[in-house]
């Protein structure tokens, strides 16, 4: 089984960036779905990207498409959530979570069986 743990957040201005980590130990992340997701307090988690096995298939939500980029460093057994041109509506707490499927588009959160502890995005404007 794989533990996930995630990194990089921190206080940022609208309009900046951060890149988000998700490193992986106890299996290599090419046996995985890896997903981002984010939640506010009193809100559902929410799904903002995938990346496939290949590690070079993604998927993302509209909130996030063209601001966000998904990448898989193999090397480091880690994968980055480079986040830019960040909004106030950002501010979330970030995850990211792991799941054996492989099919076309993200698995909903229901599916993923591996979570990290999250990691705290602040967006002031």
């Known amino acids: 089984q794989v533990q996930l743990v995630e990194s990089g957040g921190g206080l940022v201005q609208s309009g900046g960036s951060l890149r988000l980590s998700c490193a992986a130990s106890g299996s290599t992340l090419d046996s995985y779905t890896i997903g981002w997701f984010r939640q506010v307090p009193g809100k559902e988690r929410v799904g903002l990207a995938c990346i496939k096995r290949s590690g070079s298939v993604t998927y993302y939500t509209d909130s996030v498409k063209g601001r966000f980029t998904l990448s898989r460093e193999n090397a480091e057994n880690t994968i980055y959530l480079q986040m830019s041109n960040l909004e106030p509506d950002d501010t979330a707490v970030y995850y990211c979570?792991?799941?054996?499927?492989?099919?076309?588009?993200?698995?909903?959160?229901?599916?993923?069986?591996?979570w990290g502890q999250g990691t705290q995005v602040t967006v002031s404007s």
């Open positions: 979570a792991a799941d054996w499927s492989d099919y076309q588009g993200c698995p909903s959160r229901y599916e993923y069986d591996f």
